[in-house]
C-alpha cells in the first residue's frame, strides 16, 4: 500500500470519529497533527535525488475508459502536499468551536482536507477533478452555515461560479480525452504527457480553451473572480484559510499538470493577447478594487484575486523561469492568505467589525497581534526575505524573456509586466494602510479591554511565517523540488 493514502484516509477516519460523538476539536486537532507526521514520514521515504513520481498506487476502476485510481507524489505533489497537511493543522488551531452542529463544522475542515490532498496525489485526471468536487461541497455547507453577513447569498454565489468553471473544466477533460489517439486513450496524466511530447497527438484550441477557463474560473481568473471576495468574507476563518490557500490552487496546479505539458507553443502564442489582457484586469483593476476596499476581509479576498494574476503570468510566459515562478507562488501565496484569514479571523471574532474606520491603535493592546500582521503583510507585499519575492521575481523575469510582437517598442508580455510591476505598489499602498487603519493611530474607548491574541492561533501564524522566511532565504531548496516536475512540450 502506498503511503500516500494516508493523508487521504486519516481525515476521512478523523471525520468518523467525530461524527461517532468524540470530542470534535480535539479529534481533528489530532488528525491534522497526526497528517502533519505522516506527511514528514513520506518525505523521509522519499527519494529526492531520483525524484519523479514515487510511492505509485493504482487500482483499475473503469478499465475500458482507462479511468484507475492511481497515486503518485514527485516534488510538485509533495510540495502542495504539504501546504495541505501544514495549513490543515493551522486552520484547525484557530478555529472555534460553534455552538451550532460542532461535529459538522470540524468534520467539514477534516473532508476539505481530504480532497485536497486527493486531488494533489492523484495521477488520473479523473480522480483529480473528482476529489477536489468533493472537497467543494463542505466548502459551500462552511460558507452557508458558519459563515457570517450574507453567508446564504455567498454560499449560493460560490456554488454557481464553480459549477460552472466545474462544468466547462469536464468539457475540457472529455476533450484532451477523445484527442487522444483510439488505441491510447487514458486519463493516466503521465502517459498523456508523454504522448504530447512525442507528437502522438494535437490537441485542437477549443480544448486548450476548455481546460484553461475551467480550471480558471476556479482560481478566479478575471472577469470570472467576483465569487472569491465575498465568499472569503464570508466564510469562517477556517474555511477561507483551507480554501483560498490550498483548494483554490487547483486550478492552477490542473494547468501546470495538464495544460502546459500538453499544448504546443504555438497555440499559447495563437491565445496569449487574450490571456495577457485578462491577466492585467486580475493584477492591475482588482488591484485598484482593493484599494478601494474598507473592511479587512473584503480587502483580503481581493487580495487573493489579485495575486493569482501572477501566476497566471508567469504560466503564460510559457518558459521555465515563468513556470517556476507560477509553482513558487502556489506554495508562496497558500502560507501568505492563510496567516493573513487567520489573523483577521481572530480581530473579528474580538471586535465583530472589520471595518476600518471602527478600528484603530489595537498594537498597544495587542502588541503580538500586530507583529504577526506586520510580518504576514511584509510577505503578502512581497518584501525581500519572504517567499512572495522570490516567487514574483521569477514570474517577472520569465514575463521579460517572453516573445512576442512589438508594440511601441515593446511586446504585449513586456506591457503587461509593466503593469504588474505596479501592482506590487498598489499591493503595498493597500496592505500598509490596513496596518494603518487597523493598528496605529488612536483607539477607540470600546477596545480598552481587547485581549491578546491566543496562543493556538500564535503559534498556527508564526509556523506559516517561519516557512515563508525559509522559503524565501533558501528559493533553491523549493525550487529543486518544483523545476524538474514543470515541463514544457
Given at each position: 500500500m502506498s503511503p500516500l493514502l494516508l493523508p487521504i484516509v486519516l481525515p476521512v477516519v478523523g471525520t468518523l470519529f467525530i461524527l461517532a460523538g468524540s470530542n470534535p476539536r480535539k479529534t481533528a486537532l489530532g488528525t491534522a497533527a497526526l497528517n502533519l507526521l505522516g506527511f514528514v514520514a513520506i518525505c523521509g521515504m522519499y527519494d529526492f535525488r531520483a525524484g519523479g513520481h514515487q510511492f505509485l498506487f493504482s487500482a483499475p476502476v473503469i478499465p475500458q475508459l482507462g479511468v484507475s485510481f492511481t497515486l503518485g507524489a514527485d516534488g510538485l505533489a509533495l510540495a502542495m502536499l504539504g501546504l495541505t497537511t501544514i495549513v490543515t493543522l493551522a486552520a484547525v488551531l484557530v478555529a472555534r468551536t460553534p455552538a451550532k452542529m460542532p461535529g459538522a463544522y470540524f468534520a467539514s475542515l477534516l473532508l476539505i482536507s481530504a480532497g485536497a490532498a486527493g486531488a494533489f496525489v492523484s495521477v488520473d485526471a479523473f480522480f483529480f477533478y473528482m476529489f477536489h468536487e468533493l472537497a467543494l461541497i463542505p466548502t459551500f455547507l462552511l460558507i452557508g452555515i458558519w459563515g457570517s453577513g450574507d453567508r446564504q447569498q455567498a454560499a449560493w454565489k460560490i456554488t454557481i461560479y464553480l459549477a460552472f468553471g466545474s462544468f466547462v473544466l469536464l468539457l475540457g477533460l472529455i476533450g484532451l480525452y477523445l484527442s487522444l489517439p483510439a488505441g491510447a486513450r487514458?486519463?493516466?496524466?503521465?502517459?498523456?504527457?508523454?504522448?504530447?511530447?512525442?507528437?502522438?497527438?494535437?490537441?485542437?484550441?477549443?480544448?486548450?480553451?476548455?481546460?484553461?477557463?475551467?480550471?480558471?474560473?476556479?482560481?478566479?481568473?478575471?472577469?470570472?473572480?467576483?465569487?472569491?471576495?465575498?465568499?472569503?468574507?464570508?466564510?469562517?476563518?477556517?474555511?477561507?484559510?483551507?480554501?483560498?490557500?490550498?483548494?483554490?490552487?487547483?486550478?492552477?496546479?490542473?494547468?501546470?499538470?495538464?495544460?502546459?505539458?500538453?499544448?504546443?507553443?504555438?497555440?499559447?502564442?495563437?491565445?496569449?493577447?487574450?490571456?495577457?489582457?485578462?491577466?492585467?484586469?486580475?493584477?492591475?483593476?482588482?488591484?485598484?478594487?482593493?484599494?478601494?476596499?474598507?473592511?479587512?476581509?473584503?480587502?483580503?479576498?481581493?487580495?487573493?484575486?489579485?495575486?493569482?494574476?501572477?501566476?497566471?503570468?508567469?504560466?503564460?510566459?510559457?518558459?521555465?523561469?515563468?513556470?517556476?515562478?507560477?509553482?513558487?507562488?502556489?506554495?508562496?501565496?497558500?502560507?501568505?492568505?492563510?496567516?493573513?484569514?487567520?489573523?483577521?479571523?481572530?480581530?473579528?471574532?474580538?471586535?465583530?467589525?472589520?471595518?476600518?474606520?471602527?478600528?484603530?491603535?489595537?498594537?498597544?493592546?495587542?502588541?503580538?497581534?500586530?507583529?504577526?500582521?506586520?510580518?504576514?503583510?511584509?510577505?503578502?507585499?512581497?518584501?525581500?526575505?519572504?517567499?512572495?519575492?522570490?516567487?514574483?521575481?521569477l514570474v517577472f523575469f520569465g514575463t521579460a524573456a517572453a516573445g512576442g510582437a512589438d508594440f511601441a517598442g515593446l511586446n504585449l508580455y513586456q506591457i503587461v509586466l509593466v503593469l504588474a510591476v505596479w501592482g506590487v505598489v498598489i499591493s503595498a499602498v493597500y496592505m500598509l494602510r490596513a496596518y494603518r487603519k487597523v493598528f496605529l493611530g488612536e483607539m477607540p474607548e470600546r477596545w480598552a479591554g481587547l485581549p491578546e491574541i491566543g496562543v493556538p492561533a500564535r503559534v498556527a501564524v508564526t509556523v506559516l511565517l517561519a516557512l515563508l522566511m525559509v522559503a524565501g532565504f533558501w528559493p533553491s531548496g523549493l525550487l529543486s523540488l518544483l523545476s524538474p516536475c514543470l515541463m514544457l512540450p
Open positions: 487514458t486519463f493516466d496524466m503521465r502517459e498523456i504527457a508523454s504522448l504530447a511530447e512525442i507528437g502522438a497527438f494535437v490537441p485542437h484550441d477549443s480544448v486548450f480553451l476548455l481546460l484553461f477557463f475551467g480550471f480558471g474560473i476556479l482560481v478566479s481568473l478575471f472577469p470570472f473572480h467576483t465569487w472569491a471576495p465575498q465568499a472569503y468574507a464570508s466564510a469562517p476563518a477556517p474555511a477561507a484559510m483551507l480554501h483560498a490557500g490550498v483548494l483554490k490552487k487547483f486550478g492552477l496546479y490542473g494547468i501546470l499538470r495538464l495544460v502546459s505539458p500538453v499544448f504546443p507553443e504555438f497555440l499559447i502564442d495563437r491565445w496569449s493577447p487574450l490571456l495577457l489582457v485578462l491577466i492585467a484586469g486580475n493584477i492591475f483593476y482588482v488591484g485598484l478594487v482593493t484599494i478601494g476596499q474598507r473592511k479587512l476581509d473584503l480587502m483580503l479576498g481581493n487580495s487573493s484575486v489579485m495575486h493569482m494574476g501572477y501566476a497566471f503570468l508567469g504560466i503564460v510566459a510559457w518558459n521555465q523561469l515563468g513556470l517556476n515562478g507560477a509553482a513558487f507562488t502556489l506554495i508562496a501565496h497558500g502560507l501568505t492568505i492563510a496567516a493573513l484569514f487567520a489573523l483577521c479571523g481572530e480581530l473579528r471574532e474580538r471586535t465583530t467589525t472589520l471595518d476600518f474606520n471602527d478600528l484603530g491603535g489595537l498594537a498597544g493592546k495587542m502588541p503580538s497581534f500586530g507583529l504577526l500582521f506586520g510580518f504576514a503583510a511584509m510577505a503578502s507585499v512581497g518584501l525581500p526575505g519572504f517567499a512572495g519575492f522570490a516567487a514574483e521575481l
